[in-house]
């Protein structure tokens, strides 16, 4: 296969792996405008995130050009955007007035 | 583009020929599930009913079953009750039998107390729909536009190829099935919450925009007032395992299945279109809710796309089997591991969008072709076992 994952729209800072990343791989990453290549510093499974340049703790993750969510510490360029580091920004039950337990 | 159909009255045409029974209070749900057993032809929609619900609530379900009942794929409706007259008025048979009977279609009434007994109703339910199904038979498909056609999907299970492949291959489709003239809806509101703005902005009427953001709103302050982290409750722990971190990239992958036209019109649950071209349905995304839901606004054919990374590697059962009662509920993915590990329930595969064979575009079109082909009287894998899920129709609660 010609690519390894793909970014989605031109804003977007992450891209989705079509095939298994292994860390210490350099992928290739197809894009609105060609291909880039994007070394991976952490295993990014099959349909999952890769970040496609370092993102700051705060900053709005962006997928096929819209907020999906929010970088809840900082993420280094080809690492794994999931859970762990991102959070959602919707429906936040937890976060409202008398949320919890 | 043509299908061949089951001529209805009202200039209607079915993909399928069934002989429907209601039970329309739950007291006759063990007659209706003994009816349709014995019966071929026959389905019947078995819920929990109607009993310590509110009266919008008992009209949801009453919607329900007239809308599964005059969708075009129905040839004939027995309606089981306790007695005329009986229970509450929203699910009193006769009412419920009169609705139907304006879609022009054959519908009989029986009770146990006219019947005489549980059992007798159970003979005569029997001898009814033998009855039908006879005279269904004699109806003949015929080749008409696909402009007759009204499908509905739902998406499932969805992992990192959804949004990128499946959804996208579906929207295709819809897209070309709507430039054909037919129709299409899409629903589950809990995940356009992320995506509202965007469809808000493809509505043609300002007031379908309106209530389609205000359901947004209304969902999102539901799962607010839980005070869970709706992360904890949607997406699921399987789209989680499969990649989708937020609710808010799950909606965005899910919209795709919504194409690119126009939405001509955002409806309550379980009603039918007035017009032609895409809509949205206020609905409950769970699989054995919204197929029924989607075939009671009018869908003859209903389309499950699922991801399904995360399910078991061999044969794995499917999240819904047959749970759309009078329409095949047809099983696509776009993700080529999923088919490769569940080809007895899959019935189309858009995997080689991801592995770089096909463009989106080619395979909304093969998608396109195979959906004219299940609404022209090809079974889907589902429709070849004898069994259904239970149904949970969309409550809005509480109860008392």
């Known amino acids: 296969m010609a690519f390894q994952a793909l970014k989605l729209h031109n804003d977007d800072n992450v891209a989705p792996m079509v095939v298994e990343g292994e860390q210490g791989a350099i992928i290739t990453v197809q894009t609105p405008e060609g291909s880039l290549p994007l070394a991976l510093v952490s295993r990014v499974p099959y349909c999952h995130k890769a970040a496609l340049r370092p993102i700051e703790a705060g900053e709005i993750i962006v997928k096929y050009g819209k907020p999906i969510g929010r970088a809840t510490t900082a993420i280094p360029a080809g690492a794994h955007v999931h859970v762990t580091n991102t959070e959602g920004m919707r429906g936040r039950g937890d976060l409202a007035k008398g949320g919890g337990n | ?400």
């Not at chain 2, 299908?3 to 007291?27: E, K, M, S, W």
């Not at chain 2, 509905?152 to 969805?158: A, P, Q, R, T």
């Not at chain 2, 899409?186 to 509505?203: K, N, P, Q, Y």
Request: charged residues 20%; contains cysteine; neutral net charge.
């Open chain 2, 1 to 400: 583009m043509e299908f061949y159909g089951y001529p209805r009255p009202q200039d209607q045409f079915g993909a399928r020929n069934h002989v429907l029974v209601i039970p329309c209070t739950r007291v006759c749900n063990i007659a209706a599930s003994r009816i349709t057993q014995y019966v071929y032809g026959t389905t019947t929609v078995i819920t929990t009913g109607e009993i310590g619900r509110t009266s919008k609530d008992r009209e949801r379900l009453a919607r329900l079953f007239i809308g599964l009942a005059q969708n075009p794929n129905t040839y004939a409706t027995i309606v089981l009750g306790a007695r005329k007259g009986f229970g509450y008025k929203e699910v009193e048979p006769v009412r419920i039998a009169e609705e139907i009977a304006t879609a022009g279609k054959p519908v009989l009434v029986l009770t146990v107390e006219e019947a005489g007994g549980l059992e007798r109703l159970v003979e005569q339910g029997i001898e009814a729909a033998r009855r039908f199904v006879a005279d269904a038979s004699k109806v003949r498909r015929q080749l008409v536009p696909v402009s007759y056609l009204t499908i509905g999907v739902k998406c499932g299970l969805s992992d990192g190829t959804s949004g990128i492949a499946g959804n996208p291959a579906f929207g295709n489709a819809t897209d070309r099935l709507i430039a054909a003239g037919g129709t299409a809806i899409f629903s589950e509101t809990v995940e356009i919450i992320g995506a509202e703005h965007d469809l808000a902005a493809r509505c043609v009427d300002p007031r379908d925009a309106a209530r389609l953001l205000e359901m947004a709103v209304q969902t999102e302050e539901a799962a607010k007032a839980t005070g869970e982290d709706i992360r904890t409750i949607n997406p699921l722990p399987s789209n989680i395992a499969a990649g989708l971190s937020t609710l808010e990239e799950k909606s965005l992958g899910a919209i795709a299945k919504a194409g690119t036209m126009p939405i001509q019109g955002v409806l309550e649950y379980a009603c039918r279109p007035k017009k032609r071209g895409l809509h949205f349905m206020d609905g409950w995304m769970s699989s054995y809710s919204l197929p029924m839901s989607l075939a009671a606004a009018g869908c003859q054919v209903t389309i499950y796309q699922l991801g399904g990374e995360d399910l078991p590697s061999n044969d794995p059962p499917m999240l819904a089997v047959n749970t759309s009662v009078v329409a095949p509920l047809m099983m696509i993915t776009g993700n080529p591991r999923t088919a490769a590990k569940a080809p007895r329930s899959i019935d189309f595969s858009s995997g080689k969008i991801i592995t770089g064979e096909w463009s989106v575009s080619q395979a909304g079109e093969e998608l396109f072709q195979k959906i004219v082909s299940v609404a022209s009287g090809e079974l889907v894998k589902g429709e070849t076992i004898r069994y259904a899920d239970p149904l949970e129709p969309f409550f809005l609660g509480p109860v008392f």
